[in-house]
T-cell receptor
């Protein structure tokens, strides 16, 4: 199957700082990528849909000014958590959509963010 | 997404087939059924998807009933590494295939 990578795999930061997470589709081009968040013992929650070359679409309740998404190329989307606070600590996961006949989303391994 | 219903948990003996059911009675004619699994602290892994015909790949088989209101994911020879939460998802067509994750089924493969 297609491969999606994320970097970093984990990050610890101080409250008030910003953190950037990268999501790359390694062997296919993805016009659409998605960002999810998962709190302990909960299921994945979609945060936003990222389309290459256009503004991201955020789910209700997700602050677009706090979670900045950039999808500047067909293989890279970034999520920046601005002015992070302890309540932003979570597992952030991206996915990339292949499109075409076998339209499927493949997920990255996730990024564990801990805000102190 | 079409609502899906899965049992919260199942056990399976190692080496035996694991059959995971999913009900999706409100599915429409052009909506696919996707299966993913998530092993603890990892991103979800794509398993298989189908529309109306049964599908098989190197990981699993997907059996979809003729009326498409339910499906079964079959892991033919479960191993301890198959212990995970399994999600059955029916994304809404035309919505960039957004996936809505429910609670899934926690499959525990026992030695």
């Amino acid at each position: 199957g297609a491969v999606v990578s994320q970097h970093p795999s984990w990050v610890i930061c101080k409250s008030g700082t910003s953190v950037k997470i990268e999501c790359r589709s390694l062997d296919f081009q993805a016009t659409t990528m998605f960002w999810y968040r998962q709190f302990p013992k909960q299921s994945l929650m979609l945060m936003a849909t990222s389309n290459e070359g256009s503004k991201a679409t955020y789910e209700q309740g997700v602050e677009k000014d706090k979670f900045l998404i950039n999808h500047a190329s067909l293989t890279l989307s970034t999520l920046t958590v601005t002015s992070a606070h302890p309540e932003d600590s979570s597992f952030y996961i991206c996915s990339a959509r292949t499109g075409g006949h076998t339209d499927t989303q493949y997920f990255g391994p996730g990024t564990r963010l801990t805000v102190l | 997404d079409a609502k899906t219903t899965q049992p919260p948990s199942m056990d399976c003996a190692e080496g035996r087939a694991a059959n995971l059911p999913c009900n999706h009675s409100t599915i429409s004619g052009n909506e696919y059924v996707y299966w993913y699994r998530q092993i603890h602290s990892q991103g979800p892994q794509y398993i298989i998807h189908g529309l109306k015909n049964n599908e098989t790949n190197e990981m699993a088989s997907l059996i979809i009933t003729e009326d498409r209101k339910s499906s079964t994911l079959i892991l033919p020879h479960a191993t301890l590494r198959d212990t995970a939460v399994y999600y059955c998802i029916v994304p809404i067509s035309g919505s960039a295939r957004q996936l809505t994750f429910g609670s899934g089924t926690q499959l525990t493969v026992l030695p």
